[in-house]
């Protein structure tokens, strides 16, 4: 019988951090409540066509109601900490700077409700929801221009000041690749801007996807660096809390040995965590993408730079998947040429051989995770080695999200919380994350699972189920531990003596 008991959270570091991750548009609801205004993902998931079951966030988990009751599932499992996000547009309804108290009343609760169950705090700032009025108004373009500097560390100072004295685990961002590539350059997620003729998708083509990705990494980047300053400037000394960013990346295998495959999967390495991290480790966007995207990159004055560099103090690292990397040597019409092309690589989850990169743990119809936990322990290495080893003992590694969904769409709810599938993932990557601690002597802090709730998974609506615990969308938004639910539980409190058996029984 397969045994789920091989590690404990006793075999973990003495401090490590286990928790489950959220974000605020993909839980709370409750959109028009106590004053809180539009995002660009209430716009985006209100468009017909533009989410896989046209389901919006309008009331998904309802969480903003139901939060004490989520935090007793937290409490229930044995989490020391949760990762959840503040919805901009809830604190900052308008353009007038004017606070909304019942936003920030709301997000109050919630984290006095947690400290007082000892769950800590771990809050992202920006999780997608860019501020409608933000992104309308004709100055600031959301990211598209250098003004929403000065929005966005508004926003952030406001946090800091409203919360600061609790929360002291901050993250400016969420994952600027997913806001740069499928904002602005597959158009597939708000604000939906595309240019790229994709197959059979229908996008009204409007932005520039050769440029605009690159804008708007490049203006998150900025903002990320000027509130990391005025964090440790203004708040840091009398707060004591520590403020880091949070990125995603697969790990990429060469398709083959041949050469030209290996600098294809470090070019996509490159493209999609270097693009990010060596603007924080370095100073400067990599070489290899300096040279495909020319002067479509835009370029960091000396002060950004300065700004920039060492702007975390811990490091959020999002890990879900692996994929093959190929070179391609195609000669593209300029025309043609923006971030997907510009790596030159194509990429893909079956090897040379035919098999799957890993098991498959999402539907064949726009899935895309794939068990590959050994991927994480290669990516933490190939980090280790990029930007040393001694550069992680001062900036700790999180894993701020981790999970899967499941195999297929529409389970029945008693297939759905038979999720041994899942259980398998997640323990395998806890392994392999041990190994990496014990072996590889990389300084790795804590891990959180996303996701506590099955929630609105963005284009993928509430199709995608990531949640340990089963929320019944279509009836009464009840939450339904899965097995998933009762093994980390287990892991976390109850962990000497658990196998598969004591699990099913349970
Ligand atoms: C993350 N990838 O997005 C987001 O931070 C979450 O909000 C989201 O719900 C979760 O993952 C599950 O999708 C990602 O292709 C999307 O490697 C895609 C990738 C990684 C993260």
């Known amino acids: 019988p397969q045994k789920f008991n091989k590690i404990h959270r006793d075999s973990f570091p003495e401090n490590f951090a286990f928790g489950v991750s959220t974000s605020a548009y993909q839980v709370e609801g409750a959109v028009s409540t106590d004053g809180r205004s539009m995002s660009i993902w209430d716009s985006f998931s209100h468009v017909r ?26 409490v229930a499992l044995g989490i020391d900490a949760y990762r959840l996000s503040i919805s901009w547009s809830r604190i900052l309804p308008d353009n007038t700077g004017r606070v909304n108290q019942a936003g920030a009343a709301f997000y109050n609760s919630i984290i006095n409700e947690l400290l007082h169950h000892g769950i800590e705090p771990y809050v992202t700032l920006y999780h997608w929801d860019m501020p409608q009025y933000l992104e309308n108004d004709p100055q600031v373009k959301g990211w598209r221009t250098r003004k929403i500097i000065t929005h966005y560390v508004y926003f952030a100072t406001t946090c800091f000041r409203l919360f600061g004295d609790r929360v002291k685990n901050w993250i400016t961002v969420n994952e600027i690749l997913n806001i740069a590539v499928s904002g602005y350059g597959t158009g597939t997620r708000a604000p939906g801007r595309c240019s790229v003729i994709s197959g059979t998708q229908k996008r009204v083509y409007i932005g520039d996807s050769a440029t605009e990705p690159y804008l ?60 990010f991290l060596d603007p924080i480790f370095f100073g400067d966007y990599p070489v290899s993408m300096r040279i495909t995207a020319g002067s479509r990159l835009p370029s960091f004055t000396e002060d950004d730079t300065k700004e920039l560099v060492k702007s975390v103090d811990f490091l959020g690292i999002n890990y879900y998947t692996a994929n093959y990397a190929q070179n391609s040597d195609e000669e593209l ?39 590959c936990p050994w991927g994480l322990r290669r990516l933490l290495a190939w980090m280790q080695a990029r930007y040393g080893k001694e550069e992680f003992q001062d900036c700790p590694i999180l894993i701020t999200e981790n999970g899967c969904s499941d195999p297929e769409l529409n389970l029945s709810v008693k297939k759905a919380k038979q999720d041994e599938w899942r259980i398998r993932y997640l323990h395998g990557i806890l392994q392999h994350l041990l190994d990496t601690i014990r072996n590889d002597g990389c300084n790795i802090q804590g891990y959180f699972i996303w996701s506590l709730l099955d929630n609105f998974e963005w284009d993928k609506g509430q199709a995608f189920r990531f949640g340990i615990y089963y929320v019944h969308h279509q009836w009464n938004l009840n939450r339904d531990p899965k097995l998933s639910a009762r093994w980390y539980g287990y892991f976390l409190t109850r962990s000497n003596n658990l196998n598969r058996k004591s699990l099913l029984q349970d």
């Open 216 to 275: 708007v990494a490049h203006n998150v980047l900025l903002s990320h660096a000027a509130a990391v300053k005025l964090y440790r400037e203004q708040f840091q000394s009398e707060q004591k809390g520590r403020i880091g960013i949070a990125l995603n990346s697969k790990w990429y295998e060469p398709y083959t040995e041949d050469k030209h495959n290996v600098s294809a999967a470090q070019r996509c390495l490159e493209f999609e965590l270097a693009w």
């Open 333 to 371: 019409d300029p025309s043609l040429r923006w971030y997907s092309t510009d790596r030159q690589a194509s990429v893909s989850s079956r090897g040379a051989d035919g098999e799957l990169i890993g098991e498959a743990m999402g539907p064949s119809d726009g899935g895309w995770i794939y068990d």
């Open 49 to 74: 066509g533009n989410i896989y079951d046209n389901s919006t966030g309008d009331v998904t988990c309802d969480h903003y109601h139901r939060y004490k009751e989520d935090i007793q599932l937290m």
